[in-house]
């Protein structure tokens, strides 16, 4: 596609039920990264992936957390038994592998857990 | 933790004044970068500069890196109305042994620009 898709735009979900948040990246970028921004804050780093595996889950914010990559492209990251405090934005970016390349972003996730 | 912090957290200029914002870092990078973020989404690249340059130019931004001190600077000259975002700075780092790199962000500056 011309740019990295994500879905759904906004979310909002009960309290413990789980969501799954999609991402497209731009075709034939082989790196694909997560973050989570609330309000008024930066970026919180939650993991990356080269092609299909994930050099770095360190950002995940706790074992509901877990992000999946499939055939090098889509990516799902999946929360489960959802809490008040993962109310945030959910931003998805991919790039081309490389020392020096720009992350391009999706539009991202309004996840509200209610 | 955040590889980067912004300075200052918010800053509001007058338009046509130049604007500056600074970001600081810990760890030894490939490269450092800056965005934009305009309400609350998406982020926009604005300019990417690597570990062995000291200044980078590109229209009415100037970014300056001192890998020395760790620190970067991003200079908007003759600020407008349109410009009025948060900027965040990202640092690079690859792992040994990857091919992929690792983007931190920083915390951000609010700028907002006066008519």
């Known amino acids: 596609g011309a740019g990295v898709s994500q879905s759904p735009s906004n979310k909002v979900t009960e309290k413990g039920k789980d969501v799954e948040l999609r991402c497209d990246p731009i075709?034939?970028?082989?790196?694909l990264y997560w973050y989570r921004q609330s309000l008024g804050q930066g970026l919180e780093f939650l993991i990356y992936?080269?092609?299909?595996?994930?050099?770095?889950k360190s950002g995940l914010p706790s074992d509901r957390f877990s992000a999946e990559r499939t055939g090098g492209s889509v990516s799902t990251l999946t929360i489960q038994r959802t809490q008040q405090e993962d109310s945030a934005v959910y931003l998805c970016?991919?790039?081309?592998?490389?020392?020096?390349?720009?992350?391009?972003f999706g539009q991202g996730t309004r996840l509200t857990v209610v | 933790s955040q590889q980067g912090e912004e300075d200052p957290q918010a800053l509001s200029i007058q338009e046509g004044e130049n604007a500056t914002m600074n970001c600081s870092y810990k760890?030894?990078?490939?490269?450092l970068q800056w965005y934009r973020q305009n309400s609350g989404r998406g982020l926009v690249h604005l300019i990417l500069?690597?570990?062995?340059?000291r200044e980078k130019h590109s229209g009415r931004l100037r970014v300056t890196l001192d890998t020395s001190k760790k620190s970067s600077s991003l200079l908007i000259t003759a600020s407008r109305a349109a410009d009025t975002a948060s900027y965040f700075c990202?640092?690079?780092?690859?792992?040994?042994?990857?091919?992929?790199?690792?983007?931190?962000f920083g915390s951000g500056t609010r700028l907002s620009i006066r008519p």
């Open positions: 992936f080269q092609g299909n595996s994930a050099p770095d």
């Open positions: 760890t030894s990078i490939n490269n």
């Open positions: 500069i690597r570990s062995n340059e």
């Open positions: 970016a991919s790039s081309v592998t490389g020392e020096n390349t720009e992350a391009f």
């Open positions: 075709s034939g970028h082989t790196a």
């Open positions: 990202a640092t690079s780092i690859i792992k040994r042994y990857s091919s992929a790199s690792k983007i931190i």
